[in-house]
């Protein structure tokens, strides 16, 4: 299967930073990521739709200011949470599209000390 | 959009076959079945889809009924590596226009035991 890489695996950040997670596609161009996060014992919620050379288009309740995400060549998204809170700590995970087929991250696991 | 619904745990015996089994009543004639699942603290990993006809990979097979409303995920031979949560997903249109949207559910916690 085709390869999508995170960057990085883990990160432990100070409130009121911000942190920036890649989602690399490695063997194949994504014209659309999608990031999604996951609290404990919950299932994934789709955050927003990341889309090469256009403007992310995010779910109800999701803070697009908070959220940035850039899609700024077909194999890179990135998502930066910005102003970080305790409430974010959570486990970050992206997909990328390949044909029928969605590719995901092994994730990103973010802790808001 | 069409939901799904799962047994939220099983268990299964090292080296039986485990039966995942998910309903999705609603689902569109356009709308395939799709599986994943998710070993703990990693990325959801593809398993297998289908639109109606039953499918086999190297890791499972599908069987989706005739209706269509229901399907199973047959893991022939389980092994300890195969405890995850496996997701049953119909794929769902987009709004933005990205068709490829998958909308998570609960899962099925499978446990598998020596």
């Known amino acids: 299967g085709a390869v999508v890489s995170q960057h990085p695996s883990w990160v432990i950040c100070k409130s009121g930073t911000s942190v920036k997670i890649e989602c690399r596609s490695l063997d194949f161009q994504a014209t659309t990521m999608f990031w999604y996060r996951q609290f404990p014992k919950q299932s994934l919620m789709l955050m927003a739709t990341s889309n090469e050379g256009s403007k992310a288009t995010y779910e109800q309740g999701v803070e697009k200011d908070k959220f940035l995400i850039n899609h700024a060549s077909l194999t890179l998204s990135t998502l930066t949470v910005t102003s970080a809170h305790p409430e974010d700590s959570s486990f970050y995970i992206c997909?990328?599209?390949?044909?029928?087929?969605?590719?995901f991250g092994q994730g990103t696991r973010l802790t808001v000390v | 959009d069409a939901k799904t619904t799962q047994p939220p745990s099983m268990d299964c015996a090292e080296g039986r076959a485990a039966n995942l089994p998910c309903n999705h009543s609603t689902i569109s004639g356009n709308e395939y079945v799709y599986w994943y699942r998710q070993i703990h603290s990693q990325g959801p990993q593809y398993i297998i889809h289908g639109l109606k006809n039953n499918e086999t990979n190297e890791m499972a097979s599908l069987i989706i009924t005739e209706d269509r409303k229901s399907s199973t995920l047959i893991l022939p031979h389980a092994t300890l590596r195969d405890t995850a949560v496996y997701y049953c997903i119909v794929r769902v249109l987009h709004s933005g226009g990205s068709n490829y949207k998958l909308t998570f559910g609960k899962g099925t916690l499978l446990t598998v035991n020596p």
């Open positions: 997909s990328g599209q390949r044909s029928t087929e969605a590719f």
